[in-house]
C-alpha cells in the first residue's frame, strides 16, 4: 500500500533506538525525510547512517534534551515546519509513590506531558494552514492498564491523553489528526529497565522477569520497534484521515477488556 505521505516532513523524538527509531525508519522508508532527535549524539548519529542506507534518503539529526526549552528549539529550528510530528521521551523511572517527592512529579510531568504538549502547540497551527498534519504520541499501555510501580508514567501520560482527547476533536475537519500509540512489551532498553525493577522488588533474577512476563502475554513474545513503527506510520498516513483522538493498543493482546 502508498501510504501517500513520501516527500513530507516529519520530527521524530526519542528516535535512536527502540520504538522511536522504529517509527522513523518506517517513515523514511515510505519517502518520508526525517529529523530525529535524541540526547546521545553517537547514538543518533548510528541510527541515522541505518535509516539513511535503508532508504536512501537524507536524515537529519538533532542531538539534544527535547523535554528542555532549548531541547525543543533546536530540533524546531532543524524541522520548522513538519508535517507529521512523533512525540516520544523516555518513561520515568518505577518505584513506590512513597518515595517520589514534588520534583519527581515535576519531571514526569514535562517530559511526558507538557514537553508534548508544547511540541504540538508550536507546530499544530502550520498543519492547520496546510491543509495536512498527522501527530502521533509514543504514550504506554498504562493508560489503558496502570502499572502499579509506574505511577509517575501512568499520571503523566495520562494527563497527556485527556489533553489530546478535546483537541484531536478540534483540529479533524482541516486533515489533522492526533492520535496515540500505546506499546505494551516491546523488546526495548525501557522493557530491561522494568524488568530490572520489578526483579529488585521481588528478589527474582531479570531474566526470570522477562520469561514470565513473555509467557503471560498471549502472543507468547514481545514486540518488535519494526511492528511498532509500521502502525505509527499508517497512522501519519493520507488514508488515516477519519482517525483521531484514539488510543492505539500495541500488546499482543495482554489487555483483557472488550473494550
Same mark, same amino acid.
Given at each position: ?39 546521545? !549524539? ?54 513506590? !509513590? ?33 491543509? !495536512? ?127
Amino acid at each position: 500500500m502508498d501510504l501517500g505521505i513520501s516527500g513530507k516532513r516529519a520530527l521524530v523524538c526519542g528516535a535512536s533506538k527502540g520504538l522511536g527509531f522504529g517509527c522513523a525508519q518506517a517513515l523514511a522508508a515510505e519517502g518520508v525525510a526525517v529529523t530525529i532527535v535524541a540526547r546521545n !549524539f553517537d547514538a543518533l548519529e548510528q541510527a541515522a547512517e541505518e535509516i539513511r542506507r535503508s532508504s536512501g534518503l537524507t536524515v537529519t539529526t538533532v542531538a539534544g534534551d527535547i523535554t528542555t526549552v532549548e531541547g525543543r528549539r533546536r530540533a524546531l529550528t532543524a524541522c520548522a515546519q513538519p508535517d507529521i510530528l512523533i512525540t516520544n521521551a523516555g518513561g520515568p523511572p518505577a518505584g513506590d !509513590f512513597r518515595d517520589w517527592g514534588r520534583d519527581d512529579w515535576i519531571a514526569a510531568l514535562d517530559a511526558n506531558m507538557l514537553t508534548p504538549i508544547e511540541l504540538i502547540k508550536a507546530t499544530v497551527d502550520g498543519m492547520l494552514q496546510r491543509g !495536512f498534519g498527522r501527530i502521533v504520541n509514543i504514550t504506554s499501555s498504562s493508560v489503558k492498564a496502570p502499572i502499579d510501580i509506574l505511577g509517575l508514567s501512568n499520571g503523566a501520560r495520562s494527563g497527556l491523553t485527556g489533553f489530546v482527547a478535546g483537541l484531536a476533536r478540534k483540529t479533524v475537519a482541516r486533515n489533522v489528526t492526533i492520535n496515540n500509540l500505546l506499546p505494551g512489551p516491546f523488546d526495548t532498553e525501557r522493557l530491561a529497565a522494568i524488568a530490572s525493577a520489578a526483579a529488585a522488588a521481588s528478589g527474582t533474577s531479570v531474566d526470570a522477569v522477562r520469561e514470565a512476563r513473555r509467557l503471560q502475554n498471549p502472543a507468547q513474545r514481545f514486540g518488535t520497534p519494526a511492528e511498532f513503527g509500521a502502525m505509527c506510520a499508517f497512522l501519519c498516513s493520507s488514508h488515516a484521515g477519519y482517525l483521531t483522538g484514539q488510543n492505539i493498543l500495541l500488546d499482543g493482546g495482554a489487555y483483557p477488556g472488550t473494550f
